[in-house]
């Protein structure tokens, strides 16, 4: 189709050229302009190649793009899922802790009952008891780091007091634990 259009602008151009020229001048300009028509044609049709690989790539990166966009997708809908169900154990987690602060709310303090030494005999002399006897108690729940030594500087009372509190024969503690502390009488 395109050769034939250049066939005809190419008659045209000799007819209206035709008087002027003599036949080998004729022939010599036809033969110069279907060179240079073949020469704009090879231009085209390179240029024409150059635009057909252009769009090839720019086709395989939109196909690219494509395939990323839909696995960030999945990789967001997992990320929202696990956003999901971290958030729902972690309610999970506060209300149990809440639950378990507000039984030890509810929880009565222990209180130690004083004893009453049994009636010393006349022949009996006994040594009063300069140690004073904790009233009652409060509860530490251990931390990270925390030692029965740190323990008792932080509440005035003495290693021992903490185990006899809490009928301890170890120094071992974990974290969570639940220690009665002694509060000592004012």
Same mark, same amino acid.
């Given at each position: ?5 250049? /066939?005809?602008? !190419?008659?045209?151009? =000799?007819?209206? *050229?035709?008087? !002027? ?6 022939t010599r300009y036809l033969e110069e302009e279907i060179a240079r028509l073949r020469q704009m044609v090879n231009a085209l049709q390179d ?11 720019? +086709?395989? /990166? ?8 839909? /696995?960030?997708?999945?990789? &967001? +809908?997992?990320?929202?899922?696990? =956003?999901?169900?971290? *958030?729902?154990? +972690?309610?999970?987690?506060? +209300?149990? &802790?809440?639950?378990? !602060? ?6 009565? #303090?222990?209180? @130690?009952? *004083?004893?009453?030494? *049994? ?9 009063? @008891? ?11 729940? #251990? ?13 005035? #009372?003495? @290693? ?9 024969k170890n120094d071992f503690l974990k974290i969570g634990q639940k220690i009665l502390i002694p509060v000592k009488k004012k």
């Amino acid at each position: 189709m395109l050769k034939h259009i250049f /066939k005809v602008v !190419l008659l045209a151009a =000799v007819c209206s *050229a035709a008087p !002027l020229l003599s036949a080998a001048d004729n022939t010599r300009y036809l033969e110069e302009e279907i060179a240079r028509l073949r020469q704009m044609v090879n231009a085209l049709q390179d240029e024409n190649a150059s635009y057909q690989s252009a769009v090839a790539e720019l +086709r395989r /990166k939109q196909n690219d793009l494509h395939q990323d966009n839909q /696995k960030l997708h999945g990789e &967001l +809908r997992q990320i929202r899922e696990l =956003v999901k169900n971290d *958030a729902a154990a +972690r309610d999970a987690q506060l +209300r149990k &802790l809440s639950d378990q !602060l507000e039984k030890l709310a509810n929880m009565p #303090v222990p209180t @130690v009952p *004083a004893t009453t030494p *049994a009636p010393a005999s006349p022949q009996q002399q006994l040594t009063p @008891v300069t140690e004073t006897t904790p009233e009652e108690y409060e509860v530490y729940i #251990v931390e990270k780091g925390a030692t029965l030594s740190v323990i008792s500087r932080v509440y005035g #009372v003495s @290693v021992s007091e903490i185990k006899r509190a809490n009928k301890m024969k170890n120094d071992f503690l974990k974290i969570g634990q639940k220690i009665l502390i002694p509060v000592k009488k004012k």
